[in-house]
């Protein structure tokens, strides 16, 4: 078998002779077995063909897949370039010491060597002994020199011991002509306020290196501070000049402040107050002011900043329409989204000041020039209708926000337009934001269509910093942190009016960074404004970090407790308010059913004393029964009904023909300035019977016929917020009283004169104090009942203060849009 | 790279630039990418070699290819136990009684056996039967000293590979 290989393999090769092949494939038909081999062989070697061509096919495979995946971008590494000569820092504990100054022998080695390296040849040189540890040095120019521990390197080692400083500056003119020293920077020249050298030995005169992590801490007197001062380092030249290079922004340092001196309240809260002469003590401000904590994701300040993607926009359109707003201006913020090109929706909200609420009137958009633009389809208004139940009842107050959403389309040229707001049809006097800026949208068309998703501030789509935010770092806890800055409190009025608790959780959890950096952060968020405060480069004021960290979470709890304290406090006003309803309402009820008692108790008095009238009239015996239930006589009927009715009726007695009468007549008055009281009720007192009638009016009138053979006393109640008003006359004739005017007295008079008339009409009449208790129910919860409305008033006034941009967003919905295919 | 290679180099780029469709294609009957893939590439092996056996296609060559990715996926779907989704506007080809892919199928199996061998044996025998590539080549490709020992080489290959083969069909046989 074996040799069949060889055999084969030139066979199908052709590496045979012609006799050789024709001997092999005889041999084949003969043989079976070499068949069979022949086959396997053949199979094999088309096999291995097979396998090598797929090769082919999967190399294809591998170029293809591997040239999708190409990689376009790349990712840039950002280096830190290392820190400069000298570097600002914050000086770290440590007493203040005093000049440290000692004077060197010419001889010393020490001298001789900082006099032959001296950095600016021609000025002298101040030599400070530095012992080792923090220290402060004031130099002969008055220059405050901070030398903290560990500062200074020998051999690139930290160096702890003994060292002497060369000190030389230039900050005056004279100075600086004098050591020659030159003011340019390459070929730019530069305006200095000072140039400085540090050197440093040691005592035996080996120099030793600033660290560069560590530095020193130099603070110059300057006759003027001058924006955009950089620091410069001063690399030797050649030709032994000194060419200023690699200039870093200098850090303003923040001045630490007591809180109790700072305010956070939302600008104009604080203004707002003493206007309506309110509290002025701060506990009673910080408690109103938590009164309005909302409900909704209890914010914890640690852990849940998504991280900010640098150089991106995560807010693309609220950073050019951001601003501050006070009270008694109009304030317009517009929001816009590009529908298709040309087409652009805009959203204009308008805060408008309390005055507005009283014209009768609408808002709407126009605009004048064709050209610029023009509006398509309909505007839609919304008011920011705020309702709510106050002591039970559906109380509605209306806070002074509307939005108006419409279309425009303007010309592809166009980059801005503007959008006058026109209240009932005249451009309403308002200090609008920025105009629509176009030209930042279509830089930002990669950006997703729809501005409302990415722009999360809080998973529940809650837009306003809650009190309880704001006052859990407002403590005297966080002294000495950068959040008791007067630069903080700057920016914290901005902070508020980004309506953004991402921004302000920045600042909270940032405490140990330098404030500019925060303020590069969240100017990144979609708030440029926040690059000038960035622009001021306010440094750090650092604390140990595991003091920060504590710090951080006495931040997140007190927050979760102001929080959840003002929502029970909040609780609980509405229980009490409900309460109040509740009892008001019960009272009420009661007095229903008492005042139904009274009249079916006052028609059965008032029937008897017909009857016996009628009977007196028809001669009938005094002894006339009178049944209740069972069937009622004719006369009685006829009785019953004239009583009821209260019209004049003649019955005839069908036994003997007598006739007999029973009168009434017309009795009415109206009340001076009827709308002036909550409530208003007509007393008729009847002498002859003992209970009384109760009248409301209708309309602007009281009606209410009178018996003619009975005398009435009458009183007119009314009654309101501000207390009683009463009117009496006694036994009144029947007539039209015309209109009268009520007198206000005081409670106890009140109470007195009633009960005086009640009495005095009949000794037996029923006692009319359950009826001034009910009104004086009546006037208390009125008197609540306008405390609340007050309060509202007041409170929606304060709103649109502390929530400048109305809690939630308004809910655009995109709808499918003829126009828009 | 050999002739060979270089002819066929060409077109299959061309075409492994539609494998898209083709995933699609073979998506709508149900076929998953993975799978999709793998029949697409035996598709496009047997057409570059139905190609030198002289195929004249009177249609784009990726019709082809779909069609026999379609073919191959039927069967093994059916293989499978699988059901056959036959997606809309399409209707079930008829089973044709494919003689080349049957055969296709066998040396498919052939080459499986072939994976046993050790890899310079394969290479070699892929060189020599697949690419054509002459025994001096092989061996300076391989690392051989000449093209002698390349070709005794060869031999202990080829008996090496018959036993696999060997070994595979009683595998079969006794399934």
Redesign the interface.
Known sequence: M?NW??LI?RYLQNELSAEARQAFESEMNKNEALRQ?LE??Q????????????????N??S??HLMRKVYVGSAVTITLVAASLITWMILKGGGESEQNRQNQTEQSPVFQAANTEKAFKNLAVELLTWQGMDSVFLTKGGTLLAVPEGCLLKEGKPYQGQAVISWQEATRAADIMQAGLSTTSGDRLLETQGMFSFKAYTPEGAELKLSETKGIYVQVPVSEYKKDMQLFNGQALPNGQIDWVNPVPLEKVPVPVDMSMLHFYPPGYERHLDQEKWKTDKKSRDSLYLSFEQEGGAELIVNDLKAVPTGENSEPFASANQAMRTSEEIFTDNRYREIKPGLIEVTTYIYAPEYLLYKEGSFGVSLPDPKKGRIVGEQTVKGYNNQMKVNGEDFSYYTTNFSITYRVMIPQQETTINLPILFNGTQADIRSGRNVTLKTYREQMNMLITPYKDQQPETDDFRGIRPSLVLAFWQPKMNGTILATREFEARMKAIHATCNPQVLKHYLNSLNEPLWKTDEKVAKMGYPQFNSFAAERVGALQKESAYVEMLAEFLTNAQKTLHEKALDDIRIHEKLNAEITRKYREDAQQNQIDNEQRKSGLLQQEYKYNLADVARQLGKTVGFQIHGGGTIVNIDKYVMDATVSRTTTEITDPETGKKAKITYNAFGLTVKNPESFDQLYMYLLPQELNSFHRIDPKGKRFDYPLNGTIRYHLAVIGVNAQGYFLYTAEQIAQKEFGNITLTKISEAEFRKQLEQLNQSRNPQAESIIPELDWLRTEQKYQVHLLRQREIMAFRSRLFPLIYPCGLYEWGYTPVADPLVK | MTEIEKQHRQSLKKIYGQWPKVRRYLQLWGCDSITAEDLFQEALLIYIRKLETGLQLDVEPIYYVRNTARLLWMNQARKQGKHIQVPLGEQQPETEDNEWLQKEEKLKRVEEALQGLGEQCRKLLEYFYGLGMSMVDIAKKIGLRNDKVAKAQKYKCLQKAKELVLLQKNDVEFQ
């Open positions: 074996e290989n060889q393999e081999e396997l062989h199979l094999v070697q088309q096999g291995a063909k097979r396998a090598a061509q797929r090769m082919l096919v999967k294809t495979a170029t293809y």
